[in-house]
């Protein structure tokens, strides 16, 4: 029997200590993802996505519960999870290739091998003739295009994503969108778990939806989504059937945030 990428069981968090009040920020999180699966979630501002997020990289531990990838329980940050926030997070005196090339860098990856890795996925993602720029001179979309290539260099088995769009303009968003769901599914080994509040970018990418409740967050609702893949993002977007999966998720969600 094969184990899930990740698993959490009756996973509780509450932040807080002696002399703070105690916030109860997720309560009894019961979640189980297969390797290779997309699951986006969506919820109110406030609503604990980002904190599991933190839990499953190790960043900070459960109050109760069991946090576990492949199941082994999660002790602390680990190397082969690819974490990528709103803002591209970029450093500034290096290249968009030396930023790329900096993971492999710090897994001490040959030069020769990390620059030629770089190269590639900068291509992929339409920056070839851009390697040698500094982040200054990119827009936000290229800066945010850099920063998925820098994810995909260490080819992580877990990708932790944290509105990773969301400061991009609606067109050039989607573009991105496009190129990165491609990529994704070239390889489908990969386990993606997108945190939104565009409910709509959560449709178009994800194989299922965690709807949260408002604070204390719970899942509220699990939704797979059957669209078919490869998906055509700009062209999705007009589906019968991709609209009628987002308005029943948005009913769920509308109760949630009023």
Request: net charge negative.
């Amino acid at each position: 029997m094969t184990t899930n990428a990740v698993s959490l069981k009756d996973v509780s968090l509450i932040f807080g200590g002696e002399d703070t009040e105690h916030v109860l920020a997720v309560d009894t999180i019961n979640l189980e993802i297969p390797q290779g699966q997309f699951v986006a979630i969506v919820g109110p501002s406030g609503c604990g996505k980002t904190t599991i997020l933190n839990m499953l990289s190790g960043l900070i531990k459960p109050t109760a519960g069991s946090v576990q990838r492949h199941g082994q329980e999660v002790q602390g940050p680990s190397r082969d999870i690819g974490y990528m926030l709103a803002r591209s997070a970029l450093s500034p005196w290096r290249t968009a290739r030396k930023n790329v090339e900096l993971g492999l860098q710090i897994h001490g990856v040959a030069k020769s091998e990390r620059r030629e890795r770089a190269e590639e996925l900068l291509e992929l993602l339409h920056l070839e003739g851009f390697a040698n720029a500094f982040p200054s001179q990119l827009s936000q979309g290229m800066r945010q295009r850099v920063a998925i290539a820098r994810t995909l260099a260490i080819d992580p088995d877990l990708w932790l994503m944290d509105e990773p769009f969301g400061a991009l303009d609606a067109q050039t968003r989607l573009v991105v969108q496009a190129e990165f769901v491609s990529l994704w599914e070239k390889s489908k080994e990969s386990t993606v778990i997108f945190v939104t509040h565009d409910l709509e970018e959560a449709v178009l990418l994800a194989d299922r939806v965690l709807v949260m409740t408002a604070r204390p967050g719970r899942i509220k609702s699990d939704n797979l989504i059957d669209l078919p893949r490869p998906r055509v993002i700009d062209e999705l977007r007009f589906d019968e059937k991709f609209k009628a999966a987002e308005h029943k998720i948005w009913r769920e969600l509308r109760d949630e945030i009023i």
